[in-house]
């Protein structure tokens, strides 16, 4: 079974402060996804990365995949209040999984304070 | 340029009750899949489908649980003779072509079930 650890379960900090969850796990995974979720509303992808040791940037956020593709961060510069929401990471494929299966994390609930 | 839609929103029920939850994907999309959210968590994978078939229904939790897609659109996740523990949100969402990581997945807003 594909597990997906991710940390902090919560944070919250201060408008302008940088941050950086990650999501960890033993298993490889061929993709690893990142989603953002507002309350009462479905995940939201915000970016994709396929390759060991990709860096993605989305405006002030950047990803990382691990080189072994078992883990990824997101990192946060100069955070905003409307940042705030559920950061949800899932793979897919890799050790015994499907592509098109996604396995969660349990999410890290990020809260900006103006 | 409609998004996924589920419906109802929000359905409660009774204890032995059978309840079916309506997923309309986004046009054109040929892969839907049915995830189950418990509050805090992330979602966790219950079947999938691309165009009419089922392709896997291996995250279904028991038999009580099926799922149809019988014309490749509308989707219908069927539950029979409710109990407590299937209280949960459900999402659907839908991908143009199979495969998560190629073709990304778009969430509906749920449908939020209610056992008592």
């Known amino acids: 079974t594909q597990l997906l650890e991710q940390s902090p379960q919560f944070l919250s900090i201060q408008e302008g402060e940088n941050l950086t969850v990650y999501c960890n796990s033993s298993s490889v995974f061929s993709s690893l996804q990142w989603y953002r979720q507002e309350p009462g509303e479905g995940p939201v992808l915000l970016v994709t990365v396929v390759t060991g040791g990709e860096v993605k940037k989305l405006k002030r956020l950047t990803f990382q995949f691990g080189d072994a593709r078992k883990d990824s961060s997101l990192h946060i510069t100069a955070a905003q209040p409307g940042d705030t929401g559920l950061y949800l990471c899932a793979g897919a494929g890799g050790s015994g999984g499907s592509n098109y299966k996604l396995t969660f994390g349990k999410g890290t609930l990020l809260t900006v304070n103006p | 340029g409609a998004g996924v839609s589920q419906s109802p929103r929000y359905k409660v029920t009774k204890r032995g009750q059978d309840v079916a939850l309506r997923c309309d994907p986004i046009s054109g999309h040929v892969s839907l899949y049915w995830y189950r959210q418990a509050l805090g968590q992330g979602p966790e994978f219950l079947t999938y489908?691309?165009?009419?078939?089922?392709?896997?229904k291996s995250g279904l939790p028991n038999d009580r649980f099926s799922a149809e897609r019988p014309e490749g659109s509308i989707s219908t996740l069927t539950i029979q003779r409710t109990e407590q523990r299937d209280s949960a949100m459900y999402r659907c969402?839908?991908?143009?072509?199979?495969?998560?990581?190629?073709?990304?997945?778009?969430f509906g807003n749920g449908t939020r079930l209610t056992v008592t």
């Open positions: 489908f691309n165009y009419e078939a089922q392709q896997d």
């Open positions: 969402a839908s991908s143009l072509s199979p495969g998560s990581y190629n073709s990304p997945l778009h």
